[in-house]
């Protein structure tokens, strides 16, 4: 097992945020990981004082180990029993390194009030014989003087029972060159010059991850909420305007993530702002200064705008008092705000060197795949296969954000159909800066080439060229299209559209690859510690025993291409030869042919559902399987049986769930959910980039 004991190098170094990115990026590699921050930086101990350990838990389900408080450190300390305090942390240490590969080990925030609780990152590190991260924050301070920092921290903690892991910048300028940075560090630091303290990664300042929730304005100024209260969980403000001046002045300003703060008599204001909500553009909130409401007349005329869930609050502060009030809110993350501080350690996660982190954990664990190691290898595999996706749905708002993620990521080269003018006028009202480069195909000006490619498909349906092009005015179609004459490598649609809608066009054009009866789908079901591969959830009703045992032929090998070593059950209300029936046959049969046909998989069943996840019931229902109690891909009998599991474990269980992801159609087409956000838009894209590979 090997221990990370994340140290600061002087103040303000988001040691929570490095800390819990790491926990992340292990993740990412399969690793397990601990998690514990021995002694609390308030004297105070509860979920506003001590985040670090509730976060951990609310993230990656690591059980709180309840810290030191200051108190008890100082009087310890006062007491001359520095040895009695280690002993205390080293016993809590070893509560939290049970059964894991790593343990990441917080250290104290520095404090200049408190120089010698500082000075016991040092004693705490060797008594744990953790490998130090240095963690130092950019944030007004030149390059040289960090690297000056950093040397004196590695003179500080440099002894033989010491070793560096390396150091991380937090808080960078975006726009500095990694290079350049190295370069200028290891010019002034001895230490970093000769890789005893190695870079671990830059960790760029984004403003977006310091936005607060217009629940925690309303909390701080304890305002009246006039309307909106469905949106105070989830709007989020990035920046305030104070409105003083006529409306003429401030119609540039109304852009995405704005709170607009202003008298409560100013009816122009509050007309103004909800008729940019009507165009489009997601307002944050609105802030009405005085304790003046609207009058009834006036939230009449707005009610189209506020029915969409703008939140309106009423303080009885004015405005100068409003605004210095909020100068004075809590930065850190609320202990409810779990979107904000997942936001936040993938973003660090995302700039840590993983290859680093590789040669330093080593081969610790047996493969695992929980869901942050699935989607990172999902990413990765995507940006390897450089494949171009259509995207039908080219101008709704979800879509082009999630074209745009996949263009600066790298994801998929993504080609938005729809005229460029609406593309661009919903890009901007949603704040999204669309790259020149990104690829807009108006389906007005290319239609026609693609009739008599449509028409010679379907002719033996007698479609005529006249009735492909009445067809082809369905984006889908002729998005479908573009995949058939090999333009684009595959298609996600399902924002605006019906199953059927994405499905049926694939279906009649692509039709299925060499050897594949039938087209069926998966849903990777990401759960707290492992993906589960569902299937069939989405295609076929009532499969026949030949055809379930296509589907879950098809399951495996996909679970096998994105990452998973397939265990499959063929799931039944009964375990083995312990019941009868028709629908038991017929997943009996179906168990054997899939078998037969592909012995190099494991496949058992007819296995109950909690056989075949709980291990001590797969030990008792079915001993001798190798399945029972290990399964990790879920072949439903029947659509009825496979919808309502997935949706019932994804409802209930508050468990992410991508896909569906279509298997058996010669080239990749995916349908969406949807209600699907941005980031299942980024997955499902994702995921047909990587099936593109295997057409």
Do not use: W
Not at 286 to 292: E, G, K, M, P
């Amino acid at each position: 097992m090997r221990t990370y004991y994340i140290a600061p190098v002087g103040p303000s170094a988001a040691l929570t945020s490095v800390s819990l990115g790491l926990v992340r990026a292990l993740e990412r590699l399969g690793v397990k990981s601990g998690f514990i921050k021995p002694i609390a930086d308030s004297l105070l101990l509860g979920k506003d004082a001590e985040r670090s350990g509730f976060f951990a838990e609310i993230l990656y389900n690591i059980p709180f180990t309840h810290p030191l408080t200051i108190e008890h450190v100082e009087r310890l300390l006062s007491e001359g029993s520095k040895e009695g305090l280690m002993e205390e942390i080293v016993s809590l240490f070893q509560q939290s390194a049970e059964g894991n590969d790593v343990v990441i080990v917080e250290g104290l925030a520095q404090d200049f009030n408190k120089p010698v609780l500082t000075a016991l990152n040092t004693d705490i590190a060797r008594n744990l014989r953790a490998s130090v991260i240095l963690v130092v924050s950019a944030d007004q301070i030149q390059i040289s003087s960090i690297a000056e920092q950093l040397e004196i921290a590695a003179q500080q903690y440099g002894t033989d029972k010491t070793s560096f892991a390396g150091f991380v910048i937090t808080k960078a300028d975006p726009s500095l060159n990694i290079n350049a940075i190295m370069q200028e560090l290891q010019a002034h630091s001895k230490s970093i010059r000769s890789g005893k303290l190695p870079l671990l990664g830059v960790i760029p300042f984004d403003n977006t991850l310091l936005a607060p929730r217009i629940l925690d304005i309303a909390n701080h100024l304890k305002c009246k909420v006039l309307s909106g209260t469905a949106a105070l969980s989830t709007s989020r403000v990035t920046r305030s305007m104070v409105v003083s001046r006529s409306v003429e002045y401030i119609v540039d300003l109304l852009k995405p993530g704005v709170l607009v703060i202003t008298a409560g008599d100013r009816d122009d204001v509050l007309m103004a702002t909800t008729l940019a909500v009507l165009r489009g553009v997601p307002i944050a909130g609105i802030l009405l200064t005085s304790n003046f409401a609207p009058k009834e007349a006036i939230r009449n005329l707005c009610a189209p705008a506020l029915a969409q869930n703008i939140p309106v609050l009423i303080t009885e502060h004015n405005s100068i008092d409003t605004v210095n009030i909020l100068a004075k809110l809590d930065t850190h993350i609320p202990i409810d705000d779990t979107e904000r501080i997942t936001r936040l350690v993938d973003h660090v996660a995302e700039y840590l060197n993983i290859d680093s982190l590789k040669e330093k954990v080593g081969d610790l664990s047996e493969k695992r795949m929980p869901p942050a190691a699935f989607r990172y290898q999902l990413i990765q595999a995507a940006r390897k296969a450089g494949k171009k996706i259509v995207l039908p749905e080219g101008e709704e708002p979800r879509t082009i954000q999630a074209a745009v993620i996949c263009h600066e990521k790298s994801i998929a080269k993504c080609v938005l159909l729809g005229k460029r003018e609406n593309v661009l006028e919903i890009a901007n009202a949603q704040g999204v800066q669309l790259p020149s480069d990104l690829e807009i195909i108006d389906p007005d000006i290319v239609r026609a080439k693609y009739i008599n490619g449509y028409a010679e498909l379907r002719k033996e349906k007698g479609v005529t060229p006249q009735q492909a092009e009445d067809q082809l005015g369905d984006n889908v179609v002729l998005g479908t299209m573009m995949v058939v004459m090999n333009e684009v490598d595959g298609l996600v649609s399902g924002a605006i559209h019906t199953t059927a809608n994405t499905i049926r066009p694939a279906l009649q054009l692509i039709k299925t690859a060499p050897g594949t009866k039938l087209v069926s789908s998966i849903f990777f079901m990401l759960m707290p510690d492992q993906v589960y591969v569902y299937g069939d959830c989405a295609v076929n009703p009532d499969p026949s025993a030949e055809e379930l045992a296509d589907i879950a032929i098809q399951s495996a090998d996909s679970a096998k291409a994105f990452g998973l070593d397939p265990k499959v059950a063929m799931i039944s209300y009964s375990t083995g030869s312990s019941g009868t029936g028709a629908d038991v046959e017929k997943v009996k049969t179906a168990t054997l042919i899939a078998q037969e046909k592909r012995p190099d998989i494991l496949i058992d069943g007819p296995l109950q559902y909690d056989a075949a996840t709980v291990e001590s019931v797969g030990k008792q229902k079915s001993p001798d399987s190798l399945v029972a109690g290990q399964a990790n891909v879920f072949v439903f009998p029947d659509l009825n049986t496979g919808n309502t599991t997935y949706k019932a474990v994804q409802r209930s269980a508050n468990v992410v769930s991508v896909g569906p992801m279509l298997q058996g159609l010669k080239k990749p087409v995916n349908d969406l959910s949807r209600g699907a956000l941005v980031d299942d838009i980024v997955y499902t894209i994702a995921l047909t980039a990587i099936q593109a590979t295997q057409s």
